[in-house]
C-alpha cells in the first residue's frame, strides 16, 4: 500500500483540493488533524481520505509521530508526507515515489536541489542554509534542504524512525535518525508555493532560532566523545607533548618559556576537562534516552481515529485474504 499523509491544523480552505490532489497517485490519503478548531478533519473525511485526530494541538512533531504510527498500522509499503497548505504540488508525488523503487529510503523533495529556490525569501534562504550546515555538522548528513516536509519514505524507513520532538525540529530529527539507521537518503527538486493563504502558522525566524538551538544540544548529547572527548584528548596530548619538550630543555640546563609553561598547563587542563566531559555527557545521553523511552507516550495527545472504516477494514480483508491464500 502506498499512502499520501499530511499534517493539517486549521487547514478548512485547502485541505479538499490537497486530499483530492493526492488521491490520484496513491491507495490511501491519510489526514492528520492537529486538534483543529475548524471543519478541517470533516472536510477530510468527505473528500475521502483516512482522518486521525488529536484532541488538542500538539505540534508539527506529534502530527509526524501519529503519521508513522498509522503507517505502521495499515501496513504501508511507500508513504509520502506532504503539507496540506497548498504550498505543495500534489502532481510531484510520483517524482519522491520513483526513488523508493531504485532502493532510496527517504527521498526529500528539495526547493534548492541543482541551485533552485531563488523565488524563496532572502532571509528564509539563509535561515534554511544555517539550519543544513547545523545538521550536517551534528548528523553528518548533508541535503540542500533538511527542513523541506515534502518527503517519502520506504517501508524500512516507515518501521525503524521513531520522532521524539513534537516541534518543527522534528524534521532535523528524522534525518539524524536516518543517518543512525543507516538509511539510503536522495533528493529530487520540486517547487513551492509562497503565494498561499497562512503559509505558515509560525514566524520563521523563531523557528529557525527554536530548530538551531536543539541541534546544537542535540550535539552536546548526541556525539558528546566525538565533539568534547575527541578533541579534548588531542589538546591535552598536545599539552603534554609540549610539557615533556620543556622538561628536555630544563633537563639540559636550557631556560624555560613563561609562555609555553602557561600554555601548556592551560591547554593539558582544558583538554582533560572536555575528555571527562565528553564521557560524562556519553552517560548522562545515555540515560536520557531511556528515561525518553519510558516517558514517551505520557506526553502525546489522545488520538481518535475518526474514519477508520474502510481503509483500516480494507487492510485487514487483505491480510485475511493473503493468509487464505497461503
Same mark, same amino acid.
Given at each position: 500500500?502506498?499512502?499520501?499523509?499530511?499534517?493539517?491544523?486549521?487547514?478548512?480552505? #485547502?485541505?479538499?483540493?490537497?486530499?483530492?490532489?493526492?488521491?490520484?497517485?496513491?491507495?490511501?490519503?491519510?489526514?492528520?488533524?492537529?486538534?483543529?478548531?475548524?471543519?478541517?478533519?470533516?472536510?477530510? $473525511?468527505?473528500?475521502?481520505?483516512?482522518?486521525?485526530?488529536?484532541?488538542?494541538?500538539?505540534?508539527?512533531?506529534?502530527?509526524?509521530?501519529?503519521?508513522?504510527?498509522?503507517?505502521?498500522?495499515?501496513?504501508?509499503?511507500?508513504?509520502?508526507?506532504?503539507? #496540506?497548505?497548498?504550498?505543495?504540488?500534489?502532481?510531484?508525488?510520483?517524482?519522491?515515489?520513483?526513488?523508493?523503487? #531504485?532502493?532510496?529510503?527517504?527521498?526529500?523533495?528539495?526547493?534548492?536541489?541543482?541551485?533552485?529556490?531563488?523565488?524563496?525569501?532572502?532571509?528564509?534562504?539563509?535561515?534554511? /542554509?544555517?539550519?543544513?550546515? @547545523?545538521?550536517?555538522?551534528?548528523?553528518?548528513?548533508?541535503?540542500?534542504?533538511?527542513?523541506?516536509?515534502?518527503? @517519502?519514505?520506504?517501508?524500512?524507513?516507515?518501521?525503524?524512525?521513531?520522532?521524539?520532538?513534537?516541534?518543527?525540529? @522534528?524534521?532535523?530529527?528524522?534525518?539524524?535518525?536516518?543517518?543512525?539507521?543507516?538509511?539510503?537518503?536522495? $533528493?529530487?527538486?520540486?517547487?513551492?508555493?509562497?503565494?498561499?493563504?497562512?503559509?505558515?502558522?509560525?514566524?520563521?525566524?523563531?523557528?529557525?532560532?527554536?530548530?538551531?538551538?536543539?541541534?546544537?544540544?542535540?550535539?552536546?548529547?548526541?556525539?558528546?566523545?566525538?565533539?568534547?572527548?575527541?578533541?579534548?584528548?588531542?589538546?591535552?596530548?598536545?599539552?603534554?607533548?609540549?610539557?615533556?619538550?620543556?622538561?628536555?630543555?630544563?633537563?639540559?640546563?636550557?631556560?624555560?618559556?613563561?609562555?609555553?609553561?602557561?600554555?601548556?598547563?592551560?591547554?593539558?587542563?582544558?583538554?582533560?576537562?572536555?575528555?571527562?566531559?565528553?564521557?560524562?555527557?556519553?552517560?548522562? #545521553?545515555?540515560?536520557?534516552?531511556?528515561?525518553?523511552?519510558?516517558?514517551?507516550?505520557?506526553?502525546?495527545?489522545?488520538?481518535?481515529?475518526?474514519?477508520?472504516? /474502510?481503509?483500516?477494514?480494507?487492510?485487514?480483508?487483505?491480510?485475511?485474504?493473503?493468509?487464505?491464500?497461503?
Amino acid at each position: 500500500m502506498t499512502i499520501a499523509a499530511m499534517p493539517a491544523y486549521n487547514e478548512e480552505r #485547502s485541505i479538499a483540493s490537497m486530499v483530492v490532489g493526492a488521491k490520484n497517485y496513491v491507495d490511501q490519503v491519510v489526514v492528520v488533524d492537529d486538534g483543529s478548531t475548524d471543519r478541517t478533519a470533516e472536510i477530510a $473525511e468527505s473528500a475521502g481520505a483516512y482522518v486521525v485526530r488529536h484532541d488538542r494541538n500538539g505540534g508539527y512533531g506529534a502530527a509526524l509521530r501519529t503519521i508513522f504510527e498509522t503507517a505502521r498500522d495499515l501496513g504501508a509499503d511507500k508513504m509520502v508526507i506532504i503539507d #496540506s497548505d497548498g504550498q505543495h504540488d500534489p502532481e510531484e508525488i510520483p517524482k519522491l515515489l520513483q526513488p523508493l523503487s #531504485s532502493g532510496a529510503d527517504l527521498v526529500i523533495g528539495s526547493r534548492f536541489y541543482n541551485g533552485h529556490g531563488q523565488n524563496i525569501p532572502a532571509y528564509r534562504r539563509a535561515g534554511m /542554509k544555517v539550519l543544513d550546515i @547545523a545538521t550536517s555538522v551534528v548528523g553528518g548528513i548533508k541535503v540542500t534542504d533538511s527542513q523541506s516536509g515534502f518527503r @517519502a519514505y520506504s517501508r524500512r524507513a516507515i518501521d525503524c524512525l521513531r520522532i521524539d520532538d513534537d516541534g518543527m525540529s @522534528a524534521s532535523s530529527e528524522i534525518l539524524l535518525q536516518a543517518k543512525d539507521n543507516r538509511l539510503k537518503v536522495d $533528493e529530487v527538486e520540486i517547487h513551492c508555493s509562497y503565494n498561499v493563504e497562512r503559509a505558515s502558522t509560525e514566524n520563521p525566524v523563531s523557528h529557525g532560532v527554536r530548530v538551531l538551538v536543539i541541534l546544537l544540544q542535540d550535539m552536546e548529547l548526541r556525539r558528546p566523545l566525538y565533539y568534547f572527548t575527541l578533541p579534548g584528548m588531542v589538546l591535552a596530548g598536545v599539552g603534554i607533548g609540549i610539557g615533556l619538550d620543556l622538561l628536555r630543555v630544563f633537563y639540559h640546563g636550557g631556560q624555560l618559556s613563561y609562555g609555553l609553561t602557561l600554555l601548556m598547563i592551560l591547554m593539558t587542563l582544558v583538554g582533560s576537562f572536555m575528555a571527562f566531559t565528553g564521557i560524562i555527557l556519553h552517560a548522562i #545521553s545515555r540515560l536520557i534516552n531511556q528515561s525518553i523511552k519510558r516517558l514517551e507516550g505520557q506526553r502525546r495527545p489522545r488520538v481518535e481515529t475518526i474514519s477508520a472504516g /474502510k481503509a483500516k477494514h480494507e487492510h485487514r480483508d487483505g491480510a485475511r485474504n493473503a493468509a487464505r491464500e497461503n
